[in-house]
């Protein structure tokens, strides 16, 4: 019975693809039955037979790769571990991936260890965040309640007197509350809070 973990590559760069195929099937426990350029191949070859773990770019030829690893999330759930490798490193790029559900987000000048470390922990279910994402996530988890309850309400498209009657306080607090908001989120608009409270998923915890 074949134990090896089964990759999948998709990436419009051949001799990326080449390289990184070859290193990856020396690797033990790991085998590579096919690497694709073209997003549509690709799509039709996993139809017949689901690899474990999809290691793919998200800039792609004729596809948007966030949303091309939503189809995949959206069909295969957890039986079907995805690692994107890519030369973005944008943060906003780092809360979509990890929001569709992917196990790794990679830049293309990460080592060979590196990748190999993300597919073997990615079979165990865990999923690996750069240092980066969890520092504004503990930033986001720093915020009081009373600030939870602002930003819920600017969500909302309340204005800041709506907000104070509605949470029975001054708008000089609220106006307080949205400066420690922006401050924690760092941002500088209120709508800047919003957009990124919805980056880190932090919206989801509230009320």
Not at 28 to 51: M, N, R, S, W, Y
Not at 110 to 117: E, L, P, R
């Amino acid at each position: 019975m074949n134990t090896n973990i089964r990759v999948y590559l998709l990436d419009d760069h051949p001799l990326l693809l080449e390289g990184l195929k070859n290193r990856l099937d020396t690797e033990p426990g790991i085998e590579v039955p096919h690497a694709f350029t073209d997003p549509h191949k690709f799509l039709a070859q996993i139809e017949k037979a689901c690899p474990d773990v999809v290691l793919m770019d998200i800039s792609l030829p004729e596809a948007d790769g966030f949303q091309l690893a939503l189809q995949l999330k959206e069909r295969y759930g957890n039986d079907l571990k995805i690692i994107l490798l890519t030369g973005y490193t944008y943060e906003e790029f780092y809360y979509k991936a990890y929001k569709i559900g992917v196990h790794a987000y990679l830049s293309k000048q990460a080592s060979y260890a590196k990748i190999i470390n993300a597919i073997k922990q990615s079979m165990l279910g865990h999923i690996l965040i750069p240092e980066n994402i969890g520092a504004a996530r503990s930033s986001a988890d720093a915020l009081t309640p009373a600030e939870r309850d602002v930003l819920e309400m600017l969500a909302k498209e309340k204005t800041n007197k709506e907000i104070a009657l509605e949470l029975a306080i001054s708008q000089r607090t609220v106006e307080y509350h949205l400066t420690s908001i922006n401050q924690k989120l760092g941002v500088k608009t209120r709508i800047g809070a919003v957009v990124k409270a919805f980056e880190l998923g932090l919206l989801h915890y509230l009320r």
